[in-house]
């Protein structure tokens, strides 16, 4: 059969022109809520900044005691795809600086999804609190403003450069070979540390404004990380990986060369282990979302995360060197964390309690009882300390999308005060809980989405959804990543044209440990999460408000890989797919990662790599399918879509396509999103028979 392509103004104009019952509601609508994110403290906790796309235009906004009303502080006005990332106030919290635009691929290239004739750009930026226009200082990013106030330090080109803060011309400070990037100013302003990623290896550098001068610290084989100075600048700790070439990629890992944790002296250059983690399950480094891997806390004690018992968790161990205190125990996962400026405390948040959801807590460096700050039937994270014991902090839950919040002695409400006026709550569902059994049985969390109006005795079309990463997890409610909360948006849209739908967390997920995570076989091992598609889609099958000839599936990227391989080893089960930018063969997704990655170096590797993709069992493929990818992805390459394309034309399999000329893995365009799920609700329309309910 011939493939089809979707044309973009087709498609707007379904949204635009489709009827609306009275509990309907349009994809536009689900996907217009402003996503805040990158919250961050000033320096005398008085104020915190936040970026808001709102409908694919990105702008900083700002918030100050003792009000706490959010203003916006930039006025782009376009939804251009150019990204706003990396907020940094000035030690007087009279400016915030900001990169606007995106990474480099491969060949150099900035993204530029608008196509625009005269190219894109990523460079730093400064804009005054009190308002006004951004002024560039440089191009780069990853900027680190001087304790002293007076200039900026930035990555340019995968260099050292320096920029005054009120302007001027850029010097280069330190040319080194490999990558630079984690720029550290020492507490007095005087040096840098950074790391220089080498590729097989990393070193912590220090640059000496004084002597302009760049030291090694401890150079080794290994690869270091994650530097901190010392509260007097006279120290540095950093973590250290140890060296290691074998590919583990997309495989199981649970074990490692013990990691370890290494403090140097400044004058001397001196340096000596103070930790080194287990061997055998939860030596490999876990990493936290945090703006850096190590704390340095109050009484020289260092806190960071370890998976020594199974569970993502932070510790604190004595600069001088001992046994670590377990700051978080329990059978649960810390993710997002933050030191108080005091560096007293550190404030998380984890699915303690609500493995589905996520909640806010405190806990005390020297260690003690954590203190639950939130909880609920909300998902809270990024909890941000601000002066006078307030705290700003995002949330969302089953109905309501991700804002700003702000608690202050007085209580809590949004930062933004009419962030979600209009938005049709109303239409929703709440997602129910649901275990069930995979094909090799094993547990799978998930969560299911049940139209309103499903009558005793109806069957209806029902569709299952597998997120990106795998490294990610779906919630009871909007998800914390941007990714995911477009997801969310989909299914509950989805649910509203009468699908049943199924989000599934797939072995190889986070949120339940070290084990689930890396699942034995899991990925190019041997795609063992291919028990947990079919355990989803007989679990639907099995329900008896389902139809078991109506069963659908889609994903993307990680997802995508999954859905294909429900459609190309289980047609007979599932009815139609859509795949959005899916790795089809490992071979080449690991190379996309690995440039310098040969299957021939290990072809028994490779073999299994194959035979856990898609591609390998492609003549199987028999049910309808809609390809989504930009073409300009620098995660999943636009050829594994170009090659799946070419064999199911070939076998007659009935292919549509839509392609995003020069958009990115995580469309930067919010167009692009809306175009891209109303395809993908038409498909499943055509091919499975949704209706609006």
């Known amino acids: 059969m011939q493939s089809r392509t979707i044309a973009l103004p087709l498609l707007m104009c379904l949204l635009i022109a489709a009827p609306l019952s009275a509990q309907s509601v349009t994809l536009e609508a689900l996907l217009a809520s402003p996503f805040p994110t990158g919250l961050t403290a000033a320096p005398d906790g008085n104020a915190v900044a936040w970026v808001q796309n709102d409908e694919g235009v990105r702008n900083i906004w700002v918030a100050a005691a003792p009000e706490w009303r959010g203003r916006m502080l930039t006025r782009y006005a376009e939804d251009d795809g150019q990204e706003v990332s990396g907020l940094v106030w000035t030690p007087d919290a009279r400016l ?56 900026v330090a930035l990555v340019r080109s995968g260099q050292i450069w320096s920029v005054p803060l009120d302007s001027g011309t850029a010097v280069a400070l330190a040319r080194v070979r490999g990558g630079v990037g984690s720029l550290r100013w020492s507490p007095d302003g005087s040096k840098i540390a950074f790391v220089s990623n080498r590729g097989t290896h990393a070193f912590i550098g220090v640059y000496d404004d004084a002597s302009k001068t760049v030291r090694f610290l401890d ?78 806390g109050d009484g020289d004690r260092l806190v960071f995360p370890w998976e020594g018992d199974g569970w993502t968790h932070l510790y604190a161990v004595p600069v001088s060197g001992g046994q670590p205190t377990l700051l978080t125990p329990g059978e649960f996962e810390v993710e997002y964390a933050t030191l108080s400026a005091d560096r007293r405390n550190v404030f998380y948040n984890s699915n303690q309690d609500d493995i589905d959801r996520r909640d806010l807590w405190r806990v005390a460096v020297a260690g003690g009882t954590p203190e639950a700050l939130t909880s609920g039937a909300a998902i809270e994270w990024e909890g941000t300390p601000l002066a006078g014991g307030a705290l700003a902090f995002l949330r969302s839950d089953a109905l309501r999308p991700a804002h700003a919040v702000i608690r202050t002695n007085a209580g809590e409400r949004p930062l933004v005060a009419d962030a979600l006026t209009g938005f ?118 099995s329900r008896t408000d389902v139809d078991p000839v109506r069963i659908g599936i889609w994903g993307g990227s990680y997802g995508g890989y999954l859905t294909a391989m429900g459609l190309s080893r289980a047609s007979d089960l599932f009815a139609a797919g859509v795949d959005f930018h899916g790795v089809h063969d490992w071979n080449v997704g690991i190379a996309t990662f690995v440039p310098t990655y040969d299957p021939k170096d290990d072809p028994d590797a490779a073999r299994v790599a194959f035979q856990s993709s898609p591609m390998s069992t492609v003549d199987g493929w028999r049910s309808p399918v809609l390809l989504i990818h930009g073409d300009d992805d620098r995660n999943v390459r636009f050829i594994e879509s170009v090659a799946l394309i070419e064999k199911l034309r070939a076998k007659g399999v009935h292919v549509e396509q839509l392609v995003f000329p020069d958009e990115v893995h995580g469309f930067l365009l919010h167009r692009s999103w809306v175009a891209a799920y109303v395809a993908t609700a038409e498909f499943f329309d055509r091919m499975l028979g949704g209706k609006e309910q």
């Open 424 to 541: 049709p709550v109303d239409a929703l569902v709440e997602p129910e809980a649901v275990v069930f059994s995979a094909a090799d049985g094993m547990r799978i969390h998930a969560q299911l989405f049940r139209p309103k109006n499903v009558r005793p005795g109806e069957r209806r079309p029902a569709l299952l959804f597998f997120h990106g990463g795998s490294r990610r997890q779906m919630l009871l409610g909007w998800n914390y990543g941007s990714y995911y909360h477009n997801a969310y948006a989909l299914n509950q849209y989805l649910a509203t044209r009468g699908y049943i739908v199924l989000s599934v967390n797939y072995r190889s997920g986070i949120g339940y440990g070290m084990k689930f995570r890396e699942a034995e076989n899991y990925g190019a091992a041997g795609g063992s999460e291919f028990n947990d598609v079919m355990g989803a889609g007989l679990y639907l099958r």
């Open 219 to 296: 150079p080794s084989l290994d690869s270091d990380h994650s530097p901190v100075w010392s509260p007097d600048g006279q120290r540095i700790a950093w973590m250290r990986a140890r060296a290691a070439l074998d590919l583990t990629l997309f495989k199981p890992v649970r074990r490692a060369q013990p990691w370890s944790i290494r403090v140097a002296d400044i004058a001397t250059g001196e340096s000596r282990e103070i930790w080194r983690a287990r061997e055998g399950d939860g030596s490999a480094f876990r990493n936290i979302v945090a703006g850096n891997q190590l704390f340095w």
């Open 96 to 151: 915030l600086l900001f990169t606007r635009g995106g990474a480099p691929n491969r060949s150099g290239e900035v993204p530029n999804p608008t196509h625009d004739p005269a190219g894109a750009e990523r460079a730093v930026f400064r804009i005054a609190i009190e308002g006004g226009e951004p002024v560039k200082l440089d191009a780069g990013n990853g900027p680190a403003v001087s304790p002293r106030g007076d200039r």
